[in-house]
């Protein structure tokens, strides 16, 4: 199990950012350059939404994946689990604490587990904890540049 925390302030209501956390047509637009998303479909509303995609990164690997929203409580709190993926375990949590009218704190909670065991264990420790972490570094500059531009 591995988890990773990142957090960035937005100048932006907390309303807006959970609303534009929520639409599966912005995902493609924060996501880092080396990452594709496609959206194949999406089902249902708030708590219980599925969302079907692919993912291709760093032009190479293409994965299907199958996402549900588990908690969705408006303005504050937003989590996705996969059903399907890459992932023996993942669970996307998005916690948003409103500063202001017009600014909050965006706080991503990641909580994963690779396959393979032990080998598994191992590529997060040399790779892929450094690619989450330079992934939310990107989403955060990317949700901050589409939002305060607003």
Not at 71 to 79: Q, S, V
Request: hydrophobic letters at 40%; glycine letters at 4%; charged letters at 30%.
């Amino acid at each position: 199990m591995a988890i990773v925390k990142s957090s960035v302030v937005i100048h932006a209501p907390a309303e807006v950012v959970f609303d534009f956390h929520t639409d599966t047509r912005n995902l493609p637009l924060i996501s880092p350059s080396w990452m594709k998303v496609q959206i194949l479909k999406t089902t249902g509303e708030a708590k219980g939404k599925m969302i079907e995609l692919y993912i291709r990164q760093f032009g190479l690997f293409k994965t299907k994946w199958i996402v549900e929203i588990a908690e969705y409580d408006r303005p504050f709190r937003i989590t996705d689990i996969a059903h399907k993926g890459p992932f023996k375990r993942f669970c996307h949590q998005r916690d948003i604490k409103r500063l202001s009218d017009t600014s909050c704190e965006l706080t991503d909670t990641f909580d994963y587990e690779l396959p393979l065991g032990v080998i598994g264990k191992i590529g997060d420790v040399l790779i892929m904890k450094s690619i989450v972490r330079k992934m939310f570094r990107d989403r955060h500059i990317k949700t901050k540049q589409v939002l305060e531009k607003s």
